[in-house]
């Protein structure tokens, strides 16, 4: 089917209006298409935002549980470091209180000093013998230091024993309540004598006193001198019970750390062996020849 030539004509001329026209028409349905997308948009969100808040809600639980394990970790952490750090701090605690002890004894030893001695020398306890049946310590001085057996152990406070076992390096002490301790002793005030017996207990016991003496709690008690072991005057203890005539030492001889060591030149006499001798095994042949 031909064209003819004026229609054709006509529909070129009519192109380009038609043209414009279309794109005018596109820009304003584009307009109008981008406000209609906006407000469906928010009508869109407006609608679904119940949805989006119920299904939030195990999102949020989550994260916040997360959250809340980790708190509970991070609690955990710093726990253990505080108790660390308290571990820590007590055992330095520990050590300050036992350096102001050791301390403490030796600004009193340094304070002592025993009229009549002849020399002394510092000693640190070494290990504790004491129990149900034994009442001494050992120290770390011996013969190399010039200790000798009899000298007598003191602390700042008072009186402590006397040395009974001598080493080229240490040395044994009986303190004044080991059962085998016996002390001439004399009440200060009214210079009666009497005799401080230990018996393993922590007081040891006033006895062989006179009948006529009158002893009250609190009466200080002091070495007589008596048999040239001890010199006169070394502070002992004070009398505690007057009942059963105990005596509360001075010295903490449950405590001992430092102590010194006198030598008074005293030439008293002691028994050959201060300490318990073993006894014989039944049974056991001796060493000794029965015909001598």
Not at 46 to 54: G, H, I
Not at 241 to 249: D, F, I, K, L, Y
Not at 268 to 281: D, E, R, T, W, Y
């Amino acid at each position: 089917m031909r064209v003819s030539a004026p229609v054709k004509a006509a529909a070129q001329r009519l192109t380009l209006p038609f043209l414009i026209f279309v794109s005018a028409l596109f820009a304003v349905l584009g307009k109008a298409d981008i406000l209609l997308f906006d407000r469906a948009r928010v009508l869109l969100a407006d609608t679904l935002s119940p949805v989006f808040s119920v299904a939030s809600k195990p999102l949020t639980s989550v994260s916040d549980a997360v959250a809340t394990i980790e708190d509970v970790f991070s609690v955990y952490r710093q726990n253990q470091e505080l108790r660390e750090e308290n571990d820590r701090l007590l055992r330095w605690q520990e050590a300050a209180r036992r350096l102001a002890a050791e301390n403490a004894d030796l600004r009193s030893l340094i304070r002592f000093a025993p009229q009549g001695a002849v020399s002394s020398v510092a000693a640190q306890v070494i290990a504790d013998s004491g129990g149900a049946f034994l009442r001494n310590v050992m120290v770390n001085v011996g013969s190399r230091d010039g200790v000798q057996r009899g000298q007598i152990a003191m602390t700042g406070e008072g009186l402590v024993g006397r040395v009974v076992e001598v080493g080229d390096n240490t040395s044994r002490i009986l303190l004044l309540n080991d059962i085998n301790s016996h002390i001439p002793v004399t009440i200060e005030t009214t210079h009666d004598r009497a005799m401080l017996d230990g018996d393993n207990a922590d007081q040891p016991r006033l006895v062989y006193l006179q009948a006529k003496s009158e002893v009250t709690a609190g009466e200080r008690i002091v070495t007589s001198g008596s048999g040239g072991i001890f010199p006169p005057g070394l502070p002992v203890g004070v009398v505690s019970s007057t009942g059963g005539m105990r005596v509360q030492p001075y010295a903490d001889l449950s405590r001992l750390e430092i102590l010194r060591i006198v030598d008074f030149g005293l030439d008293g006499v002691l028994p050959q062996s201060a300490m318990p001798a073993p006894k014989p095994i039944r049974g056991a042949k001796s060493n000794v020849d029965a015909s001598r």
